[in-house]
């Protein structure tokens, strides 16, 4: 379905409207230029079947990360939110039965801290870098995506890993979707 947004109908319209009392077309005084008039833009609202790598979203990443590196400004706005939106926090446990049952959970989040993003490189991590990385991604890319990893007795949360958007592939299966990630091995669908 494609819909015109502007029209002649629509120009003469705003034409009445604009017009000043008395049905006197407005002149304009010398030396200042008339502004263009909008042309006429169609755009299409039909969905298509991504038949092109650069009709899946991929390109779409791949511009924005350019964009963001190659724009001081825009790196510049985009570090200032990720860093203002993962400032200094503080958790607090509420409802606990007794002094011990809190700094019982007290360890379990400081052991959790001290391995939910744990970056082989980096002598950093934890929550905070997890929620640099998270916010970095969410301001560039327009959506994060990542995996929990259980620990091996499958009772505890053994660290959390973000994902490249540019491996995610979401394919609709009915009502629902399914999340798929690339390998290095397999074709882009």
Not at 162 to 184: C, N, T, W, Y
Request: proline share 5%; hydrophobic share 40%; charged share 25%.
């Amino acid at each position: 379905m494609s819909i015109k947004l502007w029209s002649k109908k629509n120009k003469s319209a705003l034409a009445k409207k604009s017009s000043p009392a008395g049905g006197k077309s407005a002149t304009i005084p010398p030396g200042i230029r008339a502004k263009p008039r909008l042309k006429s833009l169609n755009i299409d609202y039909d969905r298509q079947l991504t038949l092109y790598p650069w009709d899946s979203g991929h390109a779409r990443l791949e511009l924005y990360r350019y964009l963001r590196d190659n724009i001081p400004m825009l790196n510049a706005v985009i570090w200032t939110w990720v860093r203002l939106c993962s400032a200094r926090f503080d958790y607090q446990i509420s409802g606990a039965a007794s002094e011990a049952d809190e700094q019982a959970v007290r360890a379990i989040m400081h052991q959790l801290d001290q391995r939910i993003y744990r970056n082989g490189l980096l002598k950093r991590g934890g929550f905070r870098e997890l929620l640099l990385q998270f916010f970095e991604s969410l301001f560039t890319d327009g959506a994060v995506c990542g995996e929990l990893q259980l620990s091996p007795s499958q009772s505890s949360v053994d660290r959390f890993l973000l994902a490249d958007m540019r491996s995610i592939v979401i394919e609709p299966s009915g009502e629902e979707h399914q999340v798929f990630r690339k390998s290095k091995t397999t074709a882009p669908r």
